[in-house]
């Protein structure tokens, strides 16, 4: 199983080109008469674009193009649907389906009238839900949570606890309790406790083994926190490392591949951070799950990078990877002097996290 390299998959820095677009679209909308069919023929025609635009875009602006212009097609689809059969059993779901689709444009746009109607349409619902179709509403609330996260706030962290929490104890056999908790769990990197807590209860409730896997891996780093972390290899660079080598200063590990480009962020990101500590205060040692030799190479000369990088040519299946239950890159994780692990999202901060560590020892 490969994992996301990233999870969220929206982005709330649209340019400008398809903010313009977003209004053009929408706007000859007043213009263009919808033309319904049967109930079926357009609750179909709903369906039909759940398998997302065909186009392969080469770029980011032409990507950006791309999602817009099918988020118009459905829109444009539910509310023909709506208008034409308001009555029609495929109507509650229509109606949860726009209010994403609102919550979603409203993300792009950085509109508030759209948050407005997408959060009525949810209200109205409340009014008419079936015990069957109230599931799918609760769940509706707790992804809009989920799309206007801020990670950083804990107040909004909190809130999407709660009704996750909420979630669970009013649909406990619900399939999508345990990855809703998984993803919550994320959050909780400085809470090992409560982030231990919220997968051990997913972990009782996953049906899927794609999700018992991601569970079980995230519960194996969790329960790595605080404890000694061992790790030995030849790095690509010809030598032998032992992270005892590096006893009495703080060490970074950050596993990461050019396939993402995330990881490549972080790479960047994290050489800024250690170059603001004294020299010689850190050390860090790179994992690199890229599947070629020569992209391990490139981004060594590339980067610049002067870390020792553990490579084996395995990728997910290499045992540095396995034995740590690393599912996702970028992964930053910082060990004290002593060699313990005492952070396991590192990446944020990490100067400051560091000299923390070096004030302590």
């Known amino acids: 199983m490969m994992p996301p390299s990233a999870r969220n998959p929206f ?3 649209t340019s400008q080109a398809v903010l313009l677009l977003v ?30 635009p065909a186009q392969h875009p080469q770029t980011a602006e032409a990507a950006g193009n791309i ?17 034409a059969h308001p009555e ?28 407005v109607e997408a959060a009525n349409l949810l209200e109205s619902l409340e009014k008419t839900a079936t015990p069957e179709q109230r599931t799918e509403l609760d769940f509706s609330k707790v992804t809009r949570l989920m799309r206007g996260l801020h990670r950083n706030d804990s107040a909004q962290c909190q809130t999407l606890l709660d009704a996750a929490r909420r979630f669970q104890a009013a649909h406990p056999t619900d399939r999508r309790v345990a990855p809703l908790l998984a993803e919550v769990a994320t959050l909780y990197d400085n809470k090992p406790q409560l982030k231990e807590s919220l997968l051990e209860d997913a972990l009782s409730a996953v049906r899927e083994s794609d999700v018992k896997a991601r569970i079980q891996d995230d519960l194996k780093r ?21 992270l005892d080598d590096f006893a009495g200063r703080p060490v970074f590990i950050i596993f990461f591949g050019e396939f993402s480009t995330e990881s490549m962020t ?8 250690v170059a603001q500590l004294p020299a010689g205060a850190v050390e860090v040692v790179g994992v ?4 070629r030799r020569e992209a391990v190479l490139e981004t060594i000369k590339t980067r610049r990078l002067t870390w020792p990088l553990a490579y084996d040519g395995k990728g ?21 002097g002593h060699g313990h692990l005492r952070s396991l999202n590192a990446l944020e901060g990490a100067a400051t996290l560091a000299r923390q560590l070096l004030r302590e020892h």
């Not at 690199?288 to 599947?291: F, G, N």
């Not at 997910?316 to 004290?336: A, E, K, Q």
């Open 11 to 13: 982005r709330k820095n």
């Open 23 to 52: 209004a053009a679209i929408f706007c000859s909308w007043t213009l263009e008469v919808a033309r319904a069919g049967t109930a079926e023929e357009d609750w179909q025609a709903v369906v039909a674009l759940d398998a997302g």
């Open 67 to 83: 999602v817009v212009a099918h988020l118009a097609r459905q829109e444009k689809a539910l509310r023909t649907f709506l208008a």
């Open 88 to 115: 029609d059993s495929h109507a509650f779901e229509a109606k949860l389906r726009l209010s994403r689709l609102l919550q979603i444009r409203a993300d792009f746009e950085q509109s508030e009238k759209l948050r």
């Open 222 to 242: 969790v329960r790595l926190f605080g404890q000694l972390v061992s790790m030995k290899f030849t790095s690509i660079q010809g030598k032998e490392i032992t």
């Open 266 to 273: 972080a790479v960047d990101k994290l050489r800024a951070e």
């Open 288 to 291: 690199d799950l890229d599947a």
């Open 316 to 336: 997910w299946d290499s045992p540095l990877v396995r034995n740590f239950g690393i599912n996702m890159v970028p992964t930053v994780w910082l060990l004290d």
